[in-house]
C-alpha cells in the first residue's frame, strides 16, 4: 500500500525521495509525489501512473531543497489522478502532508473545516489533516508539534504521516498510528520511511516507531513524543540485513529470485532449529512448556498466502501435535464471535507483520484474554511487537509482491513449532521426530530440483497460458497448495484460477471441465488412500478431456499416464511435500505471466503490505 519517505538534512532531499520510492514500488501504488521545502516555500510535483512519469515532470520541472516528503499512492479514498496524489496541503499551502492508512472519520472533520472556510481539493481522506493542523494552528495552539498533536487527537483512522511547514523549515515531522513508520538515524541527517529497504542504502540504524508517537526530526536530532506530549526514549536499532537483499542480484524480477531463494532460506531455518538429536529447538521461544502442555485449542489467523500457510499448519498441528485446530481469514475472524478463552493460542502468521486484518484479530484475542504466537518475517513490525512470542521466518526482505520465499518459510515454521510442540506433549515419540526431522533435512534440495525443472516447466505454462481460466486440485496437506497455487497463477499472470480440494469437484466445479480447461492436479506420492482418490479425481478430469497438469512425484508412470503435461518433483514425505510441490505452481504461474507480459513484481491492483481493512 502506500509508501513514505522523508528526509531532513543539509543536502538536497530530491535524489533521496526518488531512490526511496523506487525501493518501496514493490508495495503497490498508482500514482506518485513529492514536496521540497525552497527559500521558505513549499514546491510540489505529483501525478498519477509510475515514478517515471513524476521523473519526467521533475525534469521538466527541476526542484531541489530540504528537508523534503515523498508517497506512492494506492488509491482508497479517490480515484487515481493527480489531484488526489499527495503531499496534500492545507488552503494557504503552508503545509505538505504524506499519508498512508484511512482516516475514518474524514467526512465530518472535512464538513466542519469547509464551514469554516477551509477549500479542499481532491476527494481523499488524506486532505483534511494539513487543514486540520492549519485549524489548530489558528485556534492557539502553542506551536507547530502542538498543532500535529491537536489535530491528531481528533482524528479516527489510522496514519503513518510526514508533515511539512514552510514557516518552522528545520524540521520534518513524522507521525504514527496503525500504519507503519520507521525513523532513519543518519550522521547529520534523518530519514522517515514506511519499510527499512527504503532507505537501507542511507542507514542501518532506525528507530521503530510506535502506535501515537509522533516524531520531531532534525538534520541533528530526534525526539519522540506521545499524543498527549510525553517525550519518549526512542530506542535505536542495527538493522541485520544488507543492502544487497534487496537488489535483483542478477535474475529478470525479485519474483525470480525470490523463488531461487528457497533451498537457502529454508537450510538456514532447519540449521538453526534442528539439533543434533533431531529436536526442533526454538531459541528465545517465550511460551512456557507447562503453556503448551495445557493448551486446549489453537486458532489460526491470517490473510491470502498466509491463510494458506495457516491451512497447512492445522494439519500437521492436528496430525502430530495432537491440538484442536481452527484457521480463519483475519477479516473474518475479526467480525464473528469465535468463542475463543484464555486457553486458546491465537497464532497469527503474516509476511510483512503489518497486515490491517491480522493485527486486528491479534488485538481482539488479546483483549479476550488468549496468548499470541506470530509467525512473521519483518522484525520489528507491529505484529511482533504486540505478541507473545514469534516465530521469525528469516526469509529477507520479500520485494515480489506475490509471496513465494515468505510461504515456504512459513510451512516450515509450521512444521518446525509442530516438532517442538509434539514433543512437549510427548504426541510423537523419539524415533519418529529423528525420522521427521531427517525428512525436513532433505527439503532444500528437493526443492533445489524443482528449481532445475524450471525449463520443462516454462515449457508447459507456455501450452496453457492464453485461455480464461484454470482449476488447481489436491486434497490433504496439498488442499493448500491447490489454494496457493491457484492464487500466484491469479495474482501474476490475471488468468482466472481456482482451486478446489479435489474432493469437492464433483459439487460443483467439475461442469467447467472441457477440452480448453487446465486443470492443475497436485497428486504426488503418499502412504494413504489420499494418493488413489486424487488418482479416481484425475481420471474424473481425464474422462471429461479436461487438460491435465499433473504435479507427481518422478517416475510415477500412472499418473504419467493419464496427464497431457508433468512436473516431476522427489518423493517427499506427505506431510513436507506442499513445500516443494509450491515451488512448482510458483514457477508455472510465473512462466503463464511472462507469456501474458504482465507486470510480475508488480502486478495490477495489488499491494505488499495491505494496512487497511
Ligand atoms: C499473495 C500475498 C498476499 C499476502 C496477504 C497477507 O502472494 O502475498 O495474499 O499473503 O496480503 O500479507 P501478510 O503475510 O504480509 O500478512
Known sequence: MCGIVGFVGRRNAVPVLL?????????????????VLLDGQLQIRKCVGRLRN????????????????????????????????????????RIAVVHNGIIENYQELRRELEQKGHIFRSETDTEVIPHLIENELADGAANFEDAVRRALRRARGAYA??????????????ARHGSPLIVGVGDGEHFIASDVPAIL????????????EIAVLKADGASVFTLDGRAVRPEIKKVEFQAEAIERAGFETFMMKEIHEQPRVLRSLIAKHIDSNGHAQLPGFSLADEYIKGLARIMIVSCGTAYHAGMYGRLLFENLAHVPVETD????????????????????????????????????????????LSICNVRGSTLTRESDAVFYTEAGPEIGVASTKAYTAQLMAFCL?????????????????RELARALQRIPDAVHYVLGRKDDIQKIAGKHHDGPSSLYLGRK??????????LKNKEISYQHAEGYAAGEMKHGPIALINEYLPVVCICTRTEDEV???????????????????????????????????????????????????????????????????????????????????
Request: hydrophobic share 40%; charged share 25%; with cysteine.
Open 54 to 93: 513524476l521523473e519526467q515532470q521533475l525534469q521538466q520541472a527541476p526542484l531541489a531543497g530540504a528537508p523534503g516528503i515523498g508517497h506512492t499512492r494506492w488509491a482508497t479514498h479517490g480515484e487515481p489522478s493527480d489531484v488526489n496524489s499527495h503531499p496534500h496541503t492545507d488552503s494557504s499551502g
Open 19 to 35: 531512490e526511496g520510492l523506487k525501493r518501496l514500488e514493490y508495495r503497490g501504488y498508482d500514482s506518485a509525489g513529492v514536496a
Open 329 to 372: 481469514l483475519a477479516s473474518e475472524f475479526r467480525y464473528r464471535n469465535p468463542m475463543v478463552d484464555p486457553g486458546t493460542l491465537i497464532i497469527a502468521v503474516s509476511q510483512s507483520g503489518e497486515t490491517a486484518d491480522t493485527l486486528a484479530s491479534v488485538r481482539l484475542a488479546r483483549k479476550w484474554g488468549c496468548k499470541v
Open 161 to 174: 504521516l510526514g508533515i511539512l511547514f514552510a514557516d518552522d523549515p528545520e524540521i520534518l515531522y513524522a
Open 477 to 486: 496437506y496439498n488442499y493448500p497448495t491447490a489454494l496457493e497455487g491457484a
Open 417 to 433: 513449532l509442530t516438532l517442538h510442540i509434539a514433543r512437549i506433549r510427548g504426541t510423537i515419540s523419539d524415533s519418529a521426530t
Open 531 to 613: 494418493y488413489d482418490k486424487m488418482i479416481s479425481n484425475i481420471k474424473e478430469v481425464e474422462a471429461r478431456h479436461g487438460r491435465i497438469i499433473a504435479v507427481a512425484t518422478e517416475n510415477d508412470r500412472t499418473v504419467a499416464g493419464l496427464a497431457e503435461d508433468v512436473i516431476s518433483v522427489p518423493d517427499m514425505r506427505d506431510e513436507f511435500s506442499p513445500i516443494v510441490n509450491i515451488v512448482a505452481l510458483q514457477l508455472l504461474a510465473y512462466y503463464a505471466a511472462q507469456a501474458r507480459g504482465t507486470d510480475i513484481d508488480k502486478p495490477r491492483n495489488l499491494a505488499k503490505s495491505v494496512t487497511v481493512e
Open 201 to 212: 542504502n542511507e542507514t542501518s540504524r532506525v528507530i521503530y516507531l510506535n502506535d501515537g
